[in-house]
T-cell receptor, first 117, second 116 residues
């Protein structure tokens, strides 16, 4: 069964500093991996996803993530944090079974990112 | 194009009361989902549907029922609310067969439910 572990429930960085949010997964099939962002009192918005192909995936708002199969990781990075990046970030893996179709997502518990001025 | 909408946005219930949460999407998506979000728990799947007239249980289905009578709507029912069902509920949808792949889910803004 698929699972997701996000290391660190709360990460704090200074404005302009590197953002690194960690995600490790387990999956019995080649995974589809996702990062979603949730701003206060809002729903989740897709930041980026990895399905197949290039392992470095670029998303919205300057974020990117790299799929590393050997490390079973999909860490999210942004070179320079902005105040507007303060939000909760969720990593997710899909239990899409090739040949199946549900696309159910298994979410990590989330990481709250704070950005200090 | 409103995307995914949820009604109501907020609700307070007393233990034992019933209610229905409505989710609507205008993207011609085949799949729809109901999640609950609790602090420190991430999102957990309650029920989902892969097409009109079909539903299936997710990770935490107990105490909830769902119906998908129309493709664009997915209803979540609480027959006898309990304090443990206090949560924020999110609906999501995915997969337009003509244009998209099943993997990306689009989320509604959420319903904040408190059960006293």
């Amino acid at each position: 069964a698929q699972s997701v572990t996000q290391l660190g429930s709360h990460v704090s960085v200074s404005e302009g500093a590197l953002v690194l949010l960690r995600c490790n997964y387990s999956s019995s099939v080649p995974p589809y991996l996702f990062w979603y962002v949730q701003y206060p009192n809002q729903g989740l918005q897709l930041l980026l996803k990895y399905t197949t192909g290039a392992t470095l995936v670029k998303g919205i708002n300057g974020f990117e993530a790299e799929f590393k199969k050997s490390e079973t990781s999909f860490h999210l990075t942004k070179p320079s944090a902005h105040m507007s990046d303060a939000a909760e970030y969720f990593c997710a893996v899909s239990d899409l079974d090739y040949g199946g179709s549900q696309g159910n997502l298994i979410f990590g518990k989330g990481t709250k990112l704070s950005v200090k001025p | 194009n409103a995307g995914v909408t949820q009604t109501p946005k907020f609700r307070v219930l007393k233990t034992g009361q019933s209610m229905t949460l409505l989710c609507a999407q205008d993207m011609n998506h085949e799949y729809m989902y109901w999640y609950r979000q609790d602090p420190g728990m991430g999102l957990r799947l309650i029920h989902y549907s892969v097409g009109e007239g079909t539903t299936a249980k997710g990770e935490v289905p107990d105490g909830y029922n769902v119906s998908r009578l129309k493709k664009q709507n997915f209803l979540l029912g609480l027959e006898s609310a309990a304090p443990s069902q206090t949560s924020v509920y999110f609906c999501a949808s995915s997969y337009n067969p003509g244009t998209g792949s099943p993997d990306t889910q689009y989320f509604g803004p959420g319903t904040r439910l408190t059960v006293l």
